[in-house]
Protein backbone atom coordinates (compact mmCIF):
# COMPACT_ATOMS: atom_id res chain seq x y z
CA UNK A 1 0.00 0.00 0.00
CA UNK A 2 2.83 2.51 0.52
CA UNK A 3 4.48 1.79 -2.67
CA UNK A 4 1.53 2.52 -4.35
CA UNK A 5 1.03 5.46 -2.54
CA UNK A 6 4.35 6.84 -3.21
CA UNK A 7 3.99 5.66 -7.12
CA UNK A 8 1.01 7.84 -7.37
CA UNK A 9 3.06 10.76 -5.36
CA UNK A 10 5.94 10.91 -7.63
CA UNK A 11 3.29 10.66 -10.79
CA UNK A 12 1.28 13.48 -10.05
CA UNK A 13 4.56 15.25 -9.67
CA UNK A 14 5.99 14.60 -12.84
CA UNK A 15 2.57 15.12 -14.20
CA UNK A 16 2.99 18.64 -12.56
CA UNK A 17 6.11 19.42 -13.55
CA UNK A 18 5.28 18.64 -17.36
CA UNK A 19 2.23 21.25 -16.92
CA UNK A 20 4.49 23.64 -15.85
CA UNK A 21 6.91 23.72 -18.72
CA UNK A 22 4.49 23.53 -20.69
CA UNK A 23 2.87 26.71 -19.40
CA UNK A 24 6.47 28.36 -19.44
CA UNK A 25 7.27 27.72 -23.01
CA UNK A 26 3.52 28.68 -23.60
CA UNK A 27 5.20 32.30 -22.50
CA UNK A 28 8.28 31.82 -24.34
CA UNK A 29 8.64 33.59 -27.83
CA UNK A 30 10.94 32.23 -30.33
CA UNK A 31 12.91 34.86 -32.16
CA UNK A 32 12.87 34.14 -35.61
CA UNK A 33 13.34 35.25 -39.40
CA UNK A 34 10.74 35.29 -41.61
CA UNK A 35 10.59 35.65 -45.64
CA UNK A 36 7.73 36.25 -47.75
CA UNK A 37 7.27 33.15 -50.36
CA UNK A 38 7.37 34.10 -54.52
CA UNK A 39 7.12 32.34 -57.27
CA UNK A 40 10.23 32.81 -59.28
CA UNK A 41 12.03 29.88 -61.60
CA UNK A 42 14.95 27.10 -60.53
CA UNK A 43 17.22 25.62 -62.44
CA UNK A 44 18.36 21.67 -61.87
CA UNK A 45 22.09 21.24 -62.64
CA UNK A 46 24.71 19.03 -62.61
CA UNK A 47 27.88 20.43 -60.94
CA UNK A 48 31.41 19.72 -62.71
CA UNK A 49 35.36 20.71 -62.56
CA UNK A 50 37.99 20.59 -65.27
CA UNK A 51 40.64 22.52 -66.91
CA UNK A 52 40.08 24.92 -69.79
CA UNK A 53 42.06 24.77 -73.22
CA UNK A 54 42.15 26.81 -76.53
CA UNK A 55 40.54 25.61 -79.77
CA UNK A 56 43.10 26.78 -81.35
CA UNK A 57 47.09 26.16 -81.16
CA UNK A 58 50.08 25.35 -82.72
CA UNK A 59 53.73 25.60 -81.49
CA UNK A 60 56.13 26.16 -84.99
CA UNK A 61 59.64 25.59 -85.53
CA UNK A 62 61.97 26.44 -88.15
CA UNK A 63 62.19 24.35 -91.52
CA UNK A 64 65.41 25.03 -92.13
CA UNK A 65 68.60 26.66 -90.56
CA UNK A 66 69.96 30.52 -90.90
CA UNK A 67 70.37 34.10 -88.89
CA UNK A 68 67.70 35.07 -86.43
CA UNK A 69 66.11 37.90 -86.37
CA UNK A 70 63.24 38.98 -84.48
CA UNK A 71 60.89 41.37 -85.93
CA UNK A 72 58.99 44.69 -84.17
CA UNK A 73 55.74 44.72 -83.45
CA UNK A 74 53.88 47.71 -86.04
CA UNK A 75 51.25 47.86 -82.47
CA UNK A 76 54.02 48.32 -80.27
CA UNK A 77 57.04 49.56 -82.08
CA UNK A 78 59.00 47.10 -80.29
CA UNK A 79 60.37 43.65 -80.59
CA UNK A 80 57.20 41.08 -80.52
CA UNK A 81 57.49 39.62 -77.51
CA UNK A 82 54.55 37.38 -74.90
CA UNK A 83 51.39 38.41 -74.67
CA UNK A 84 51.36 40.05 -78.00
CA UNK A 85 48.26 39.77 -79.68
CA UNK A 86 48.90 39.23 -83.52
CA UNK A 87 46.91 39.04 -86.52
CA UNK A 88 47.08 35.72 -89.07
CA UNK A 89 49.30 36.21 -91.63
CA UNK A 90 51.71 38.73 -89.85
CA UNK A 91 55.46 37.60 -90.29
CA UNK A 92 56.93 37.66 -86.65
CA UNK A 93 60.35 36.48 -87.08
CA UNK A 94 63.13 36.08 -90.07
CA UNK A 95 65.67 33.54 -90.83
CA UNK A 96 68.65 34.66 -93.54
CA UNK A 97 70.13 32.41 -95.73
CA UNK A 98 71.92 33.86 -98.46
CA UNK A 99 73.16 30.11 -100.09
CA UNK A 100 69.34 28.39 -99.65
CA UNK A 101 68.03 31.39 -101.93
CA UNK A 102 70.50 31.31 -104.41
CA UNK A 103 69.95 27.75 -104.98
CA UNK A 104 66.11 28.14 -104.93
CA UNK A 105 66.99 30.72 -108.15
CA UNK A 106 63.88 32.52 -107.57
CA UNK A 107 64.76 35.37 -109.97
CA UNK A 108 66.07 33.08 -113.02
CA UNK A 109 62.62 30.76 -112.39
CA UNK A 110 60.42 33.44 -112.56
CA UNK A 111 62.11 34.50 -116.32
CA UNK A 112 61.78 31.37 -117.38
CA UNK A 113 57.82 30.72 -116.17
CA UNK A 114 57.34 34.33 -118.41
CA UNK A 115 58.94 33.09 -121.46
CA UNK A 116 57.64 29.56 -121.46
CA UNK A 117 54.40 31.13 -121.01
CA UNK A 118 55.19 33.37 -123.77
CA UNK A 119 56.14 30.89 -126.08
CA UNK A 120 52.94 28.83 -125.24
CA UNK A 121 51.02 31.51 -126.12
CA UNK A 122 52.19 31.91 -129.61
CA UNK A 123 52.00 28.36 -130.44
CA UNK A 124 48.71 28.01 -129.49
CA UNK A 125 47.87 31.23 -131.78
CA UNK A 126 49.84 29.02 -134.52
CA UNK A 127 48.53 25.87 -134.06
CA UNK A 128 44.75 27.67 -134.44
CA UNK A 129 46.01 29.03 -137.97
CA UNK A 130 47.76 25.80 -138.81
CA UNK A 131 50.91 27.27 -138.66
CA UNK A 132 52.83 24.52 -135.89
CA UNK A 133 51.82 20.64 -135.22
CA UNK A 134 49.73 19.77 -132.23
CA UNK A 135 53.16 18.02 -130.94
CA UNK A 136 54.99 21.28 -131.13
CA UNK A 137 51.88 22.65 -129.23
CA UNK A 138 52.17 20.01 -126.25
CA UNK A 139 55.70 20.43 -125.79
CA UNK A 140 55.20 24.55 -125.08
CA UNK A 141 52.44 23.63 -122.75
CA UNK A 142 54.62 21.24 -121.17
CA UNK A 143 57.62 23.62 -120.59
CA UNK A 144 55.11 26.30 -119.19
CA UNK A 145 53.51 23.73 -116.77
CA UNK A 146 56.92 22.80 -115.48
CA UNK A 147 58.30 26.11 -115.69
CA UNK A 148 54.73 27.69 -112.93
CA UNK A 149 55.32 24.52 -110.52
CA UNK A 150 59.06 25.25 -110.17
CA UNK A 151 58.61 29.06 -109.68
CA UNK A 152 55.88 27.71 -107.25
CA UNK A 153 57.98 25.76 -105.61
CA UNK A 154 60.53 28.17 -105.16
CA UNK A 155 57.94 30.57 -103.65
CA UNK A 156 57.28 28.12 -101.37
CA UNK A 157 60.85 27.26 -100.08
CA UNK A 158 61.26 31.13 -99.79
CA UNK A 159 58.41 30.98 -97.14
CA UNK A 160 60.41 28.39 -95.10
CA UNK A 161 62.71 32.14 -94.24
CA UNK A 162 59.91 33.66 -92.44
CA UNK A 163 57.72 32.62 -89.58
CA UNK A 164 54.06 34.05 -90.11
CA UNK A 165 50.95 33.81 -87.21
CA UNK A 166 48.89 30.85 -89.25
CA UNK A 167 45.96 32.77 -87.77
CA UNK A 168 45.02 35.37 -85.40
CA UNK A 169 46.13 34.82 -81.30
CA UNK A 170 48.50 35.90 -78.65
CA UNK A 171 52.04 35.01 -78.62
CA UNK A 172 52.38 32.47 -75.17
CA UNK A 173 56.01 31.25 -75.76
CA UNK A 174 58.82 32.78 -77.71
CA UNK A 175 62.29 31.31 -76.67
CA UNK A 176 65.39 33.29 -76.78
CA UNK A 177 67.80 33.87 -79.38
CA UNK A 178 70.76 35.87 -80.14
CA UNK A 179 69.59 38.62 -82.58
CA UNK A 180 71.97 37.56 -86.14
CA UNK A 181 73.03 34.37 -84.88
CA UNK A 182 72.74 31.00 -86.59
CA UNK A 183 69.75 28.47 -85.62
CA UNK A 184 69.53 25.23 -86.81
CA UNK A 185 66.76 23.47 -88.84
CA UNK A 186 64.07 22.60 -86.44
CA UNK A 187 64.71 25.19 -83.53
CA UNK A 188 61.57 25.77 -81.50
CA UNK A 189 60.34 29.35 -82.82
CA UNK A 190 57.37 30.39 -80.59
CA UNK A 191 53.79 28.92 -79.71
CA UNK A 192 50.58 31.27 -80.14
CA UNK A 193 47.50 29.99 -78.94
CA UNK A 194 43.80 31.42 -79.88
CA UNK A 195 41.68 31.41 -76.80
CA UNK A 196 38.56 33.28 -77.44
CA UNK A 197 37.00 29.84 -77.42
CA UNK A 198 37.62 27.61 -75.11
CA UNK A 199 36.89 23.81 -74.55
CA UNK A 200 36.94 22.03 -71.28
CA UNK A 201 36.77 18.29 -71.24
CA UNK A 202 34.75 16.73 -67.81
CA UNK A 203 34.06 13.43 -66.67
CA UNK A 204 30.47 12.96 -65.42
CA UNK A 205 28.59 9.83 -63.31
CA UNK A 206 26.95 7.53 -65.09
CA UNK A 207 23.70 8.32 -63.52
CA UNK A 208 23.70 11.79 -65.49
CA UNK A 209 24.23 10.09 -68.80
CA UNK A 210 20.05 10.60 -69.75
CA UNK A 211 20.13 13.91 -68.98
CA UNK A 212 22.80 15.23 -71.24
CA UNK A 213 22.25 16.63 -74.48
CA UNK A 214 24.04 18.46 -77.25
CA UNK A 215 23.58 22.03 -77.15
CA UNK A 216 22.94 22.21 -73.56
CA UNK A 217 23.79 25.34 -71.55
CA UNK A 218 26.85 25.25 -68.91
CA UNK A 219 27.33 28.48 -66.88
CA UNK A 220 31.33 29.04 -66.46
CA UNK A 221 33.04 29.96 -63.58
CA UNK A 222 36.54 30.96 -61.86
CA UNK A 223 37.30 32.50 -58.65
CA UNK A 224 39.56 35.19 -60.96
CA UNK A 225 36.00 36.34 -62.53
CA UNK A 226 34.11 35.81 -59.65
CA UNK A 227 31.58 38.61 -60.16
CA UNK A 228 31.03 37.38 -63.72
CA UNK A 229 29.22 33.76 -65.53
CA UNK A 230 30.71 32.84 -68.83
CA UNK A 231 28.15 30.62 -70.94
CA UNK A 232 29.24 27.25 -72.56
CA UNK A 233 27.71 24.56 -74.32
CA UNK A 234 27.62 20.86 -74.28
CA UNK A 235 29.67 20.33 -77.65
CA UNK A 236 30.72 16.22 -77.20
CA UNK A 237 28.82 13.82 -75.29
CA UNK A 238 31.09 10.40 -75.47
CA UNK A 239 28.28 7.35 -75.72
CA UNK A 240 31.07 5.15 -73.51
CA UNK A 241 31.11 4.69 -70.11
CA UNK A 242 34.38 3.29 -68.05
CA UNK A 243 33.62 0.70 -66.67
CA UNK A 244 35.94 0.96 -63.42
CA UNK A 245 35.11 4.69 -62.57
CA UNK A 246 31.10 4.66 -64.01
CA UNK A 247 31.66 7.45 -65.47
CA UNK A 248 31.69 8.84 -69.51
CA UNK A 249 33.25 11.93 -71.09
CA UNK A 250 31.52 15.27 -72.56
CA UNK A 251 33.37 18.35 -74.26
CA UNK A 252 31.99 21.66 -72.90
CA UNK A 253 32.55 24.64 -75.53
CA UNK A 254 33.24 28.25 -74.26
CA UNK A 255 32.67 31.69 -75.25
CA UNK A 256 35.23 33.46 -73.83
CA UNK A 257 35.43 36.66 -76.30
CA UNK A 258 36.46 39.06 -73.36
CA UNK A 259 39.56 36.98 -72.76
CA UNK A 260 38.39 36.24 -68.78
CA UNK A 261 39.53 33.09 -68.53
CA UNK A 262 43.04 31.74 -69.57
CA UNK A 263 43.97 28.55 -71.22
CA UNK A 264 45.41 26.33 -68.04
CA UNK A 265 42.91 27.61 -65.87
CA UNK A 266 40.52 25.17 -63.12
CA UNK A 267 37.02 26.52 -63.89
CA UNK A 268 33.58 24.90 -62.46
CA UNK A 269 30.81 24.18 -64.72
CA UNK A 270 27.06 24.27 -64.26
CA UNK A 271 25.56 21.80 -66.80
CA UNK A 272 21.48 22.91 -66.74
CA UNK A 273 19.32 19.76 -67.58
CA UNK A 274 15.97 21.21 -66.52
CA UNK A 275 13.99 24.08 -65.45
CA UNK A 276 10.41 25.68 -64.26
CA UNK A 277 9.43 29.48 -64.18
CA UNK A 278 7.01 30.88 -61.69
CA UNK A 279 6.92 28.22 -59.40
CA UNK A 280 7.33 28.30 -55.06
CA UNK A 281 11.13 28.08 -54.67
CA UNK A 282 12.80 27.88 -50.98
CA UNK A 283 16.49 27.22 -49.43
CA UNK A 284 17.58 23.72 -48.78
CA UNK A 285 19.02 24.62 -45.37
CA UNK A 286 14.96 25.61 -43.61
CA UNK A 287 13.82 22.47 -44.67
CA UNK A 288 14.26 19.71 -41.52
CA UNK A 289 13.67 15.60 -42.38
CA UNK A 290 11.21 14.60 -39.28
CA UNK A 291 9.61 10.74 -39.23
CA UNK A 292 6.18 12.23 -40.93
CA UNK A 293 8.21 13.86 -43.63
CA UNK A 294 9.92 16.86 -44.67
CA UNK A 295 8.78 20.10 -42.87
CA UNK A 296 8.93 23.89 -42.79
CA UNK A 297 7.52 26.36 -40.44
CA UNK A 298 5.29 28.82 -41.25
CA UNK A 299 4.30 32.06 -39.28
CA UNK A 300 0.40 32.00 -38.75
CA UNK A 301 -0.98 34.74 -36.35
CA UNK A 302 1.88 34.82 -34.05
CA UNK A 303 2.53 31.24 -34.10
CA UNK A 304 4.76 28.52 -36.18
CA UNK A 305 2.67 26.70 -38.14
CA UNK A 306 4.33 22.80 -38.96
CA UNK A 307 3.86 22.21 -43.15
CA UNK A 308 5.10 18.97 -44.38
CA UNK A 309 6.19 20.09 -48.38
CA UNK A 310 6.80 18.03 -51.20
CA UNK A 311 9.82 18.35 -53.46
CA UNK A 312 9.70 19.00 -57.04
CA UNK A 313 13.19 19.67 -58.86
CA UNK A 314 16.09 20.48 -56.53
CA UNK A 315 19.38 21.67 -57.27
CA UNK A 316 22.63 21.91 -54.02
CA UNK A 317 21.06 25.15 -52.74
CA UNK A 318 17.12 25.19 -53.44
CA UNK A 319 14.15 22.97 -54.03
CA UNK A 320 10.66 23.46 -56.02
CA UNK A 321 7.96 23.35 -53.39
CA UNK A 322 4.73 21.41 -55.13
CA UNK A 323 2.44 20.95 -52.30
CA UNK A 324 2.84 22.24 -48.46
CA UNK A 325 3.16 26.23 -49.27
CA UNK A 326 1.43 28.85 -51.08
CA UNK A 327 2.16 31.95 -51.87
CA UNK A 328 2.68 34.67 -49.88
CA UNK A 329 3.13 32.48 -46.69
CA UNK A 330 5.56 33.46 -44.92
CA UNK A 331 8.30 31.02 -44.06
CA UNK A 332 10.73 30.69 -41.13
CA UNK A 333 14.29 31.07 -42.84
CA UNK A 334 16.43 31.35 -39.26
CA UNK A 335 15.76 29.92 -35.54
CA UNK A 336 13.21 27.25 -36.57
CA UNK A 337 15.91 24.77 -35.28
CA UNK A 338 13.92 24.58 -31.83
CA UNK A 339 10.51 25.23 -32.36
CA UNK A 340 7.57 23.12 -32.18
CA UNK A 341 4.01 23.17 -33.71
CA UNK A 342 2.27 26.18 -32.48
CA UNK A 343 5.32 27.56 -30.82
CA UNK A 344 5.04 31.46 -30.14
CA UNK A 345 7.32 33.43 -32.09
CA UNK A 346 9.20 36.77 -32.62
CA UNK A 347 9.84 38.07 -35.59
CA UNK A 348 13.35 39.84 -36.05
CA UNK A 349 13.61 42.26 -38.52
Aim: aromatic fraction near 6%; charge should be positive; hydrophobic fraction near 35%.
Amino acid sequence: MKKVLILLLISLYIASCTDNEEDLNKDISVPVTVSEVKLRSIEKYINTTGTVYPLKEVSLKSEISGKYRLLKNPNTGKPFALGDKIVEGTTIILLENKEFENNLKINSLELRLEISQQTYDKQKSLYDKGGVTLSELKNAEIEYVNSKYAYQDAIIGMKKLSIKAPFSGVIVELPYYTYNTKVEANSSMMKMMDYSQLQMEVKLAEKNFTMLKKNQKVRIMNYTVADDTLQGTISQISPAIDPETRSFSAIISINNSEMKLHPGMFAKGEIVVSSVDSTIVIPKDIILSKQRGNTVFVVNKGLAEERIVTFGIENPDEVQITSGLDKNDRVVIKGFETLRNRSKIKELK
